[in-house]
């Protein structure tokens, strides 16, 4: 057998796999194992009525077309409704400061191929989205954690970490942050600290980039979409560059995202798409722009709130009566997910494997911290799940806690 390790370049030997994906292998062909673990949205929520009428006019009308290679930057008529929908977030971007991604990953991939040089530091917060842990440290950067309070990243303790790194000799450049709903504590950047990071990152001559999968998935019990106004929509400097994705509100297999960067860097993130996939879908992206202009995000928008918000009603509910006081959390805004700290004593992979044994799966707390801590953290999905099946996985949870604590008690 040929050992291929001596082919990889030092890149390729770095390649970090992303550990949500890695738990999608457990349940693969098993019906019976009840996923708390990858973020997806509900498929009962996908607007097929509206894929299908648009598809079928797509087809008959200009089918060619829609089938053909097309721009990198992207299809201009999604991009201009893509500007009326950032207009209606507060952001200003000009034709020339937006590029279609596929998905907004393709995007955190770009930033790190033309803004990181190997070695550079990337501040992230702690705990942080593992897609953008393995994006980066793809890239070869090195990545710093900056602690969270209960809203949002601790800016103390943001400036003394990056001041650490410089006087170390690290260049620092970007720092990257979810401010609405992060993944996967679902903390809520407050909007003062985001005027605030503005200020701190001008100060500091740092870019900010910005991922906003969640913002339009808050809950009308506890906020409003006045706190979720990103913080792009502040910035008059060209500090931020800000990603979002239809993924999480019209379908994620259409892979259509989106960047708005200052014009010269867009620029540079077209060329570096041009290598990497020419472009994005032609056909996803003008299915896309015939839901919006038909109104499908618009329309679906309240009911998706209140679909997610009642999933997490279950899942809390059914966690308080099936686990009582041996997990912790405070209640999600918006967004996906549940951020849970275990017992004392338990660890995230002890209760993983006792988990599986009840056919549960979740992702581990310290797969997203950047400084091998998380250990006694849990992120639990409510999203993709029905909620019979939250209430039979809380239930599988419950036993795996008392298996996991006896086994820590034992000498």
């Known amino acids: 057998m040929t050992n291929f390790d001596r082919f990889l370049s030092l890149t390729g030997r770095r390649l970090r796999e992303s550990a949500i994906r890695k738990m999608g292998t457990v349940i693969a062909g098993n019906i019976d194992m009840i996923s708390f673990a990858a ?40 991009l201009n409704s893509i500007g009326q929908l950032l207009t209606s977030r507060q952001i200003a971007a000009t034709p020339e400061e937006l590029l279609i991604t596929s998905g907004s990953q393709q995007g ?25 842990i393995s994006a980066f440290t793809n890239a070869q950067a090195h990545l710093a954690g900056v602690m969270q309070d209960q809203d949002g990243i601790n800016l103390d303790h943001l400036d003394e970490v990056c001041m650490r790194e410089r006087r170390a000799g690290k260049r620092v450049r970007l720092l990257y942050l979810v401010p609405n709903f992060q993944n996967p504590t679902g903390v809520l950047l407050s909007q003062v600290k985001r005027q605030r990071l503005l200020e701190w990152a001008e100060r500091r001559d740092v870019l900010i980039i910005e991922d906003d999968p969640y ?29 979002s994705s239809f993924s999480k509100t019209l379908a994620p297999g259409l892979r259509v995202g989106w960047m708005v960067a200052p014009a010269t860097l867009a ?24 839901l919006l202009r038909g109104g499908t995000l618009h329309r679906i928008a309240p009911a998706l709130r209140q679909r997610y918000q009642r999933k997490r009603d279950v899942m809390e509910q ?24 275990l017992p ?58 008392r298996s996991a604590t006896t086994a820590s008690e034992s000498p």
């Open 39 to 78: 973020g997806y949205p509900d498929s009962d929520s996908f607007p097929m009525g509206a894929i299908r009428d648009v598809m079928n006019e797509l087809l008959s009308e200009d089918g060619r077309e829609s089938l053909q290679y097309g721009p990198t930057r992207g299809h201009q008529p999604l």
């Open 108 to 132: 955190l991939d770009l930033i790190g191929r033309v803004l990181v040089t190997p070695g550079d530091t990337v501040l992230v917060e702690l705990p942080a989205y593992t897609g953008a």
């Open 215 to 243: 913002g339009s998935l808050y809950f009308g019990d506890v906020t409003n979409e006045h706190d979720t106004r990103a913080i792009r929509s502040y910035d008059n400097g060209g500090r931020v560059i800000y990603l």
């Open 267 to 290: 620029d540079r993130f077209e060329t570096a798409k041009q290598s990497a996939d020419l472009m994005t879908g032609s056909l996803d992206q003008r299915l896309v722009q015939g």
């Open 318 to 341: 059914s966690l308080r009566a099936n686990v009582g006081g041996d997990l912790q959390w405070a209640a999600p805004k918006g967004g996906f997910f549940l951020w849970a700290t």
């Open 344 to 401: 004392h004593g338990t660890t995230d992979l002890t209760l993983l494997s006792a988990a599986l044994k009840q056919r549960l799966i979740f992702v581990t707390g310290s797969a997203f911290y950047v400084d091998g801590t998380g250990h006694d953290r849990i992120r639990l999905s409510f999203s993709s799940c029905t909620e019979e099946r939250i209430e039979e996985g809380t239930r599988r949870l419950a036993a795996a806690i």
